[in-house]
């Protein structure tokens, strides 16, 4: 676990390159404004992390808080129903409903340690500004989260629970009023108070450190499912994992302990929206080409003048015109394979999983577990589906599609 | 001597550049714009070139982009819109902007293109020093334009002198860590100003970011070769029928 060691070529898959360079994409584009914060994080995180009390506690607040490990549940019926053996990576059980919380804990305890008294954050469907919000009361500190309008329309019960835990939930006007307007929000305001603040990006996007920083917190995913299923069914490879993709936090915790075991096949899901090729899509692999956004360089959906294309979906998590540096590599080098899912199949799979058993997931998740129809398993194969989080926040829309029905 | 050179030579204080956008507020307000200026005192003028996301910009700015954009702006449209510029535009002129749009455009060709007219130097403030010195910097170089590095109150001495040696043209001191058109505390300011001119720089130095009027402009100029405006600006000709008259009156103000 303890692997600082850092690549001086073109990274690896696990971590990138000093300047934050998995393969092409990566990097810290970021004004000068914002350079000694980036620096002083990049200096310290791996030092801080794996440093022995900062391990220890936030070991222990996974475990006693969160509710960690999270089962890793043999879905039967589902199973039955695709004709192979699916097993499902219950993030939707932490505390706070999504797997949000494994990164929020993880850089608050290290926002302390780097003296800082305000937090703030992004959130798109909410669940990253809930576990933000949740980790500042647990420690008493300011929290301040950057929310676009559309989207607290949207997750309105996420915009109580924030408010209900002491946070300042600030609506994002610009643009299309969703999470990638909310991050540049975010990002104005570590701008403007660069001595006292950390910024909690919630996906493994921005400058380096953090999408390595953030994929780190969140491989406590894919650790425990090697060790569940080895208990399980005696091996800890899967066939397949797969996980859905927005910036694409809940993938690459998931992915990461897998990335090396190229037996292992990875599927990241997108969210098509009304279709691909509808204009109303999130779709960044199909979609977007090599550029700059929110401080690294990855895949954008933009115009042909590099100009922000405003994406679509129905769930506001997936609702993002990027993607992480790491999974534009993983795309761009082929060791995942990136599929999409619409919101109508999105809906569907919701529907599907609280009939077959019994648990309602997030929109985000859905997405993934859409997925599954585009697969061809066989009886045998073991298929990981991260179900990242839980649908509670979701049910205003899922009300309004019964009443469709 | 290129513009830059000649007019930092000619002229140690007092320099005022200006920001604005291309294509705002009306599509074909560029070269207008930018002959206001240039006719009523601007030394330099610092043409934005309009980005759906820039993050460094206050609300002001940023509406002026997104204001260029809806009316159609586009690079391959600046260029053209610039192809004959120096026939009425004698002042050192820069281009400023986010890295994506320019790396769409192509880095080289954008490069070529700015030098063919020319422009004098190029501002990028989210392309990075480490960036510029592995890949950019020498395309920069081959096509003879100036880059600009940004440097704030939060940049370490070391790490200016660094900016400072790779920059030419001019260094630009942001006031105070912020977005553009933010409240700043002067004397703040002046602290790290007399910092910055104890410090020998190889650039002249000018300060942006919270310069809005003649006494926030001089009261930099005392300690820096001059000073850029951009938001002010912006807002004096946001609803403007008259650039011509409105720029004067902007520019009188300042420096009358």
């Known amino acids: 676990m303890l692997n600082i060691s850092i690549p001086n070529n073109k990274g690896s898959y696990k971590q990138p390159n000093i300047f934050g360079y998995y393969g092409n994409f990566g990097g810290a584009y970021i004004p000068e404004m914002l350079h000694r914060n980036v620096e002083e994080l990049r200096n310290n995180y791996l030092k801080i992390m794996y440093d022995e009390a900062f391990q220890k506690e936030f070991q222990y607040l996974l475990h006693d808080y969160a509710g960690r490990p999270t089962p890793l549940f043999y879905a039967e019926r589902l199973s039955n129903q695709f004709n192979t053996k699916i097993y499902l990576k219950r993030e939707d059980l932490n505390h706070t409903g999504a797997h949000k919380i494994n990164n929020a804990i993880g850089q608050v305890l290290l926002a302390q340690r780097l003296g800082k008294k305000r937090i703030i954050a992004e959130t798109g469907a909410g669940q990253h500004g809930v576990a933000t919000a949740t980790v500042c009361a647990l420690k008493g500190i300011e929290c301040i989260v950057y929310m676009g309008v559309k989207d607290m329309e949207r997750q309105q019960p996420n915009v109580a629970r924030m408010k209900m835990l002491g946070a300042a939930v600030i609506p994002a006007t610009s643009g299309s009023q969703t999470l990638k307007d909310a991050t540049n929000e975010a990002i104005r305001d570590w701008i403007n108070n660069p001595n006292d603040t950390h910024y909690v990006i919630g996906s493994v996007v921005g400058p380096h450190p953090y999408p390595d920083m953030v994929t780190r917190f969140q491989s406590i995913i894919s650790e425990e499912i090697k060790i569940q299923l080895k208990e399980k069914i005696g091996t800890e490879l899967p066939n397949y994992v797969m996980a859905c993709v927005g910036g694409g936090s809940n993938a690459a915790g998931a992915f990461y302990h897998f990335l090396d075991d190229l037996s292992v096949q990875l599927i990241a899901v997108e969210a098509a929206g009304c279709g691909i090729n509808s204009g109303m899509s999130a779709a960044t692999t199909q979609l977007g080409k090599p550029g700059v956004l929110h401080g690294s360089k990855s895949l954008v959906m933009q115009t042909i003048d590099g100009q922000v294309t405003e994406p679509h979906s129905i769930s506001a998590g997936l609702d993002y015109p990027g993607i992480g540096p790491l999974h534009a590599h993983l795309y761009e080098s082929g060791r995942a394979k990136f599929l999409s899912a619409t919101d109508d199949e999105a809906l569907k799979a919701s529907f599907n999983l609280a009939k077959m058993e019994g648990i309602i997931p997030a929109l985000e998740t859905a997405h993934a577990l859409a997925a599954l129809h585009q697969m061809k398993f066989t009886k045998d194969d073991v298929v990981v589906v991260c179900l990242s989080g839980r649908g509670d926040k979701d049910m205003a829309t899922y009300m309004k599609t019964m009443d469709e029905l | ?256």
């Open chain 2, 1 to 256: 001597m290129n513009r830059l050179e000649e007019l930092f030579t000619r002229k140690k204080n007092n320099i005022l550049n200006v920001y604005c956008t291309a294509g705002f507020p009306q599509l074909n307000n560029t070269i207008e714009v930018m002959k206001a200026l240039q006719d009523n005192g601007a030394d330099i003028i610092e043409l934005g070139m309009p980005y759906s996301d820039p993050l460094a910009d206050g609300p002001v700015i940023q509406s002026s982009n997104i204001k260029a954009l809806q009316n159609g702006m586009t690079m391959q449209l600046l260029f053209e819109q610039l192809r004959d510029f120096r026939k009425e535009i004698y002042v050192p002129v820069i281009l400023m902007g986010n890295i994506n749009p320019v790396l769409q455009f192509g880095f080289e060709n954008f490069c070529k293109q700015a030098a063919s007219l020319p422009i004098d130097g190029i501002i990028l403030p989210d392309l990075p020093e480490y960036e510029f010195e592995n890949e950019y910097g020498s395309v920069i170089k081959k096509y003879g334009l100036d880059f600009i590095f940004l440097i704030t109150p939060e940049t370490s001495e070391e790490r200016i002198k660094k900016l400072d040696a790779l920059s030419t043209g001019f260094l630009y001191a942001v006031s105070s860590s912020s977005t553009t058109g933010n409240k700043k505390d002067f004397n703040a300011v002046e602290k790290y100003l007399q910092k910055i001119n104890s410090m020998q720089l190889k650039n002249p130095v000018l300060v942006g970011f919270g310069i809005k009027d003649k006494s926030s402009f001089q009261s930099v100029c005392k300690y820096a070769n001059g000073a850029i405006i951009g938001t002010a600006y912006i807002k004096a000709i946001e609803y403007s029928n008259n650039i011509q008259a409105d720029t004067k009156a902007f520019l009188d103000a300042i420096l009358n």
